[in-house]
């Protein structure tokens, strides 16, 4: 499996994102796709995922983000509103074959498969 990010830039803070994530190779629906980031001198952490039980985001999200797939076009998209300067981070798309229905799957370890990143700035 291969994944490329794209659609990350530099924002002012309130405004929006689109980030999308293109899959390529054994990509099934069954697979969870996920959107990881990872801000300076921080560890990556889970901000949404897109599974066979529907999405599950970060609190830190909630409200904000909105994850989408196209399962036809192996296509992971995070919709990104009210971009706060917290925010700014490097966004990695991965994929899990491994999570099982009833799993969060939110944990890096749980992720077989990422993409390079895209950068994200939110700043006035």
């Known amino acids: 499996v291969q994944l490329q990010a794209s659609g990350g830039g530099l924002v002012q803070p309130g405004e929006s994102l689109r980030l999308s994530c293109a899959g390529s190779?054994?990509?099934?629906?069954?697979?969870?796709m996920g959107w990881f980031r990872q801000a300076p001198g921080k560890e990556r952490e889970f901000v949404a995922r897109f599974g066979r039980n529907g999405p599950l985001y970060a609190d830190s999200v909630k409200g904000r983000f909105a994850i989408s797939r196209d399962n036809a076009k192996k296509q992971v998209y995070l919709e990104m509103n009210g971009l706060k300067p917290e925010d700014t981070a490097v966004y990695y798309c991965?994929?899990?074959?491994?999570?099982?229905?009833?799993?969060?799957?939110?944990?890096?370890?749980?992720?077989?498969?990422w993409g390079q990143g895209t950068q994200v700035t939110v700043s006035s």
């Open positions: 190779g054994r990509l099934f629906s069954r697979d969870v």
């Open positions: 991965a994929v899990s074959s491994r999570c099982i229905l009833s799993s969060a799957c939110s944990r890096l370890t749980d992720y077989d498969y």
